[in-house]
């Protein structure tokens, strides 16, 4: 029970110590005139991302492949099958922005990659499947050149919705970034820390803990940010927002924990990975085959209830 309760717990101090970080680092960016497009696609997304990012840090040095993997993969799916989808029947999702209407299929993208990546030993015959440093430093590298493709389409592009961008005076904002990285790195600790201990106490495996629990709560940044959009009709974040963090999670978060410590996969990890490979397949033929490239309230809903099936799948399993 102890370690059940540091898990749950451990959200507490993850997202609020995002929270913090996002504000406030973007106050200071703010006062340093970068435009609020700028702001969303660079310190937005980092900061809504940073959970999985720490989470997967302390998994990485801990040695939890399962963990680690399994929060990458779980994060992806959780952002489209529910927050993405929920999103949508709030609103339907209308995509405008160009900087979006590159992001969609490179999600795709992003997804083949890391079933390649995963699958030494269906591809090359090898005896053990892993991502290795290699892979990581592979995966960095595009994460590197997703970003500056990014800030080459601000430069070009006209975008009409704004970030809200709180106005906070600069010492503040730096004690509340620096509260707000510690309360991370605390609870990230918490997380893996928890997760861990209650799969050896149930006797089940830490992957379904992270494509469950873990994934699901270290989201809530997402979830946030999109349901608040998707109200406002901001309709490009609120897409954005996601698409853009399963790109943030698996280039810059696999490929930081694979630089750490290379990651053993296991073949059950491949249902999970394709899961993720259809659903964003899915996103992109409801956004570019349909009328007015825009997700509706029924593609949400069908979404939904293909991640309830999934949930049901990794229970029965």
Request: glycine share 8%.
């Amino acid at each position: 029970m102890w370690y059940l309760f540091l898990l749950l717990a451990g959200f507490f101090p993850l997202i609020y110590g995002a929270n913090f970080l996002v504000d406030n680092a973007s106050s200071l960016a703010k006062r340093f005139n970068i435009p609020n497009i700028v702001i969303g696609l660079t310190i937005v997304a980092f900061g809504t991302s940073a959970p999985e990012l720490v989470v997967n840090i302390f998994a990485a040095v801990g040695k939890n492949p399962d963990i680690v993997i399994g929060n990458v993969v779980g994060s992806n799916i959780f952002n489209i099958g529910i927050i993405l989808a929920i999103s949508a029947i709030i609103t339907p999702l209308t995509v405008k922005s160009a900087t979006t209407w590159i992001e969609v299929p490179l999600a795709l993208l992003a997804g083949m990659a890391i079933l390649v990546v995963a699958n030494d030993r269906l591809i090359d015959g090898s005896p053990t499947s892993s991502v290795s440093r290699t892979d990581g430093i592979v995966l960095l590298f595009f994460f590197i050149i997703f970003m500056a493709y990014n800030l080459i389409l601000i430069k070009k592009g006209n975008f009409t919705e704004e970030i809200p961008v709180k106005d906070v005076s600069p010492w503040k904002a730096w004690a509340l970034v620096i509260t707000g990285l510690g309360l991370l790195v605390a609870g990230g600790k918490m997380i893996v820390s928890g997760a861990t201990h209650v799969a050896t106490a149930i006797g089940i495996s830490e992957r379904i803990i992270a494509l469950t629990v873990i994934s699901a709560g270290t989201s809530l940044p997402e979830l946030a940010t999109s349901l608040v959009a998707a109200r406002k009709k901001n309709t490009d974040i609120a897409v954005g927002n996601i698409v853009g963090s399963n790109i943030f999670n698996i280039f810059l978060i696999l490929g930081t924990s694979a630089v750490i410590f290379p990651v053993p996969v296991k073949a059950a990890s491949n249902v999970d990975m394709l899961v993720n490979i259809f659903l964003c397949f899915l996103v992109f033929m409801f956004i570019f085959t349909g009328k007015g490239r825009r997700l509706d309230r029924k593609e949400g809903i069908l979404l939904v209830i293909i991640y309830l099936v999934y949930l049901v799948y990794l229970v029965a399993n």
